[in-house]
């Protein structure tokens, strides 16, 4: 069925219908509307001025990692911008401003963006992912889980409050990419690449970026908005279930937000990515994820638009190699951001304290794959992680 003929038959159908029970079967289509309420958009953003006040200099000074911790580090105009942490320390290990570390220089381990890989190895990836979505859990995470799928997704959810909106993001959602990967290839066989997604290239129509079709991640239809969404409704995921949904078991639902999708921009990653000098770790990641992170995550919803169920929807992880790759492409333009890092790892209030953001942090994901620390993932291309992007060769 043609997109454009679908999207008028569901309007149809919206127009006749407003069923207010749990679910029900749309009568012009073979979809499903969800009933659950429509995602309240879980994942808070900035507009592009916020971002770019919040990616001003002299918040913190990179080189010398001296911080004006609690009272006047922060920027004046930042205080409305809630999952914005202070900077309160740096953990830059003596020399390392004239010795970066030696990089291994992975380049035998590439993620390729999505549309520049075969449709044979597009297909591998894809028929992975499926498997993992009904591989058997591992056991000892959660009672209620079914698969490592849902493994997966109560590791996230269970720790979304200290892995958002504070300095851990990047390195958390970096090992949890390795986490995923290790799964994949321990239990699925795979032996691919793992795909990132340039999803600013779909900026307004991500239903039309070639990504969600019936072959790999089924179909997304553009919606109305307060229009709650469809459960997947075709391709390798149809009938995958949220099983941390506060409703109940529910299926994994979308619906594009167009106009919040429209805001996922070039311009938007080029402001977080802040030049060469410009930019200290809280900055970067605050910037990145309040802005297109955010904003992919609302606008793919409802299942990608609540947090603590978003890795449901298997478009999460490209989207999650987008956001690790704009943190490496950060990293590039300075080397000193490979063996130091700084900020919080806690929400800190207005005149709260700063629990450090250290190279020790431990990064855990419940006893899924063993814990690791940010000194282990920070950079990725070493012992423990081998990989660059296709972009940042
Ligand atoms: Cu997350």
Not at 15 to 36: C, K, Y
Not at 92 to 104: K, L, S, V, W
Not at 150 to 163: K, M, N, P, R
């Amino acid at each position: 069925m043609k997109l454009s003929t679908t999207v008028q038959a569901l309007s149809a159908a919206a127009a006749v219908s407003a069923a207010p029970h749990s679910r029900r079967q749309d009568t012009h289509s073979d979809l499903i509307q969800v009933q659950f309420p429509p995602a309240e958009l879980s994942a808070p953003t900035i507009t592009l001025e916020e971002a770019i006040q919040l990616m001003q200099p002299a918040v913190n000074d990179i080189a010398d990692g001296i911080v004006d911790a609690l009272d006047g580090g922060r920027n004046g105009d930042d205080e409305d911008i809630n999952s914005t942490t202070t900077p309160t320390t740096a953990s830059f290990e003596e020399g390392d401003e004239t010795n970066p570390p030696a990089r291994t220089a992975c380049r035998d381990s590439i993620r390729p963006e999505w549309n520049s890989m075969s449709e044979p190895d597009k297909l591998d990836y894809i028929s992975a992912v499926q498997c993992l979505t009904q591989a058997p859990p591992r056991g000892g995470i959660w009672p209620g889980a079914v698969t490592i799928w849902d493994e997966l997704a109560f590791v996230h959810g269970t720790l979304s409050g200290q892995i958002h909106g504070v300095d851990t993001f990047l390195p958390w959602h970096r090992y949890f990419l390795h986490a995923y990967e290790t799964l994949l290839a321990d239990e699925c066989g795979y032996a691919g690449p793992m795909p990132w997604w340039r999803e600013t290239d779909a900026a307004g129509d991500l239903a039309g970026s070639g990504l969600f079709t019936p072959e790999y991640f089924g179909t997304l239809y553009p919606v109305e908005e307060g229009h709650p969404g469809y459960c997947i409704s075709d391709g390798p995921f149809v009938g995958l279930v949220d099983r941390l949904h506060p409703d109940g078991e529910v299926c994994v639902a979308r619906g594009e937000r167009t106009s919040i999708s429209a805001g996922v921009t070039v311009e938007m990653q080029e402001v977080c990515h802040g030049g060469e000098n410009a930019g200290t770790l809280p900055q970067h990641s605050a910037c990145v994820e309040l802005t297109n992170h955010s904003r992919l995550h609302n606008a793919v919803g409802p299942t990608m638009a609540r947090v603590g169920g978003s890795t449901y929807d298997a478009i999460f992880y490209l989207h999650h190699a987008y956001v690790d790759f704009q943190w490496k492409s950060w990293q590039n333009a300075d080397q000193r951001r490979y063996s130091g890092v700084e900020g919080c790892v806690n929400h800190v209030a207005e005149g709260g304290a700063c629990e450090p953001l250290t190279l020790d942090t431990v990064l855990t994901s419940l006893g899924l794959v063993p814990d690791l620390t940010v000194r282990d993932v920070l950079d990725t291309e070493n012992e423990t992680m081998c990989y660059t992007y296709d972009d940042l060769l």
